[in-house]
């Protein structure tokens, strides 16, 4: 459906997208996931033909959606990482507004404006300016609004970030279910692990302006398929603690938690006795010991050393 190759964006001399490669098939749940100044919004920006990439190409249904946006710009509703609404207008007016500028008017347009309405779960508070709604709740209009025109593909910029976890929930069950049941293509972009995780069939992993991993989130984890993690709970952490386990052979690296440390091991290794050993030395209280399987945060941590958000 959308083909992306070679794509690059330079501004003045900071290569924010280098070189990636990616692509969306109808129906598909894609992820860009990675952290702050990966390329993301900047990579959204060129897919949504809103900014000329520096390099590289963009196909949509085999056409160079490059030199001819308008088809793709027809079936694309994009939601940016800032709000885009008109605040002192209510959330009925924007979506008025927006539904006009697609070319809907009439009973066609007041039914498209209800049915979104509906479905973002802001019916009864339409006709309140937008100065006046939560955050969540601006974000859901925002998806209401880039809903107007029936787009099969949805792309949003970190719809999530900085909201109340109630409207948070609602958005992620209300996109999963569009895409699930309604059968839209979507591309969501994050820093949250556990939204791609929950939303996503495929996940591209994002790091300084380069596509480091991708695949389905099962592909994505077999890449660490010969360690295991154990999270280790302690009271108060302590150096020595962390030192002498960092020199056993069975463990082959430690990351500090704010509850503990997680020891990435080698798969099948038995590592609890040391770490009693170790905790009894040098009075460390342990809480509690989990062996984990691996997430999407694993993964990125493996690739970069570097955790998606600290
Ligand atoms: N208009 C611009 N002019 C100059 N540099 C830019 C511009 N837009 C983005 N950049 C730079 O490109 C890099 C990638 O930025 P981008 O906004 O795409 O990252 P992001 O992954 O969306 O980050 P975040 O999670 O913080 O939104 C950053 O170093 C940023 O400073
Ligand atoms: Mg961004």
């Known amino acids: 459906m959308i083909e992306v190759q070679n794509l690059s964006k330079t501004f003045n001399k900071v290569t924010a997208v ?19 100044g990966a390329g993301k919004s900047t990579t959204i920006s060129m897919i949504s033909t809103l900014l000329p990439p520096t390099k590289g190409t963009i196909k949509y249904n085999g ?21 885009a609404l008109y605040s002192e207008l209510s959330a009925y007016e924007n979506m008025k ?32 300016s937008v100065d006046t709604y939560s955050g969540g709740m601006k974000r859901r209009i925002n998806i209401a609004v880039a809903l107007m025109h029936d787009p099969g593909i949805l792309i949003m910029d970190e719809p999530t970030v900085g909201i109340d976890p109630q409207s948070r929930n609602y958005i992620l069950d209300m ?38 991993a991708s695949g389905t989130k099962d592909e994505l984890k077999s890449i660490l398929s010969n360690e295991d993690t154990v999270k280790i ?32 091991i080698p798969r099948g290794e038995q590592v609890l006795g040391e770490v009693f050993d170790a905790a009894g030395k040098f009075e460390v209280e ?6 984990q399987k691996p997430t999407l945060e694993d993964v990125f941590l493996h690739l970069t050393g570097r955790k998606l958000r600290d």
């Open 97 to 128: 507004f927006f539904g006009r500028i697609y070319g809907l008017s009439g009973k066609k347009l007041e039914n498209k404006i209800q049915e979104n309405l509906e479905l973002v779960g802001l019916k009864d508070r339409q006709k309140e």
């Open 286 to 291: 342990i809480l509690g010991a989990d062996i």
């Open 18 to 36: 280098a070189d990636i490669n990616l692509y969306l098939d109808e129906g598909e749940s894609i992820g860009l996931l990675g952290p702050n």
């Open 233 to 264: 709970k302690v009271k108060e952490r302590n150096d020595k603690f962390k030192d002498i386990l960092s020199e056993q052979p069975g463990i082959n690296r430690i990351y500090e938690e704010k509850s503990g440390y997680n020891l990435v």
């Open 63 to 83: 056409k160079d959606a490059v030199k001819d946006p308008s088809e793709l710009r027809r079936d694309l509703g994009v939601i940016p990482q800032e709000i």
């Open 175 to 212: 996109i999963r279910d569009l895409n699930y049941k309604k059968g839209l293509t979507v591309l969501y972009t994050s820093h949250y692990m556990e939204e791609v995780e929950k939303l996503c069939d495929r996940v591209y992993i994002m790091d300084r302006g380069e596509i480091i």
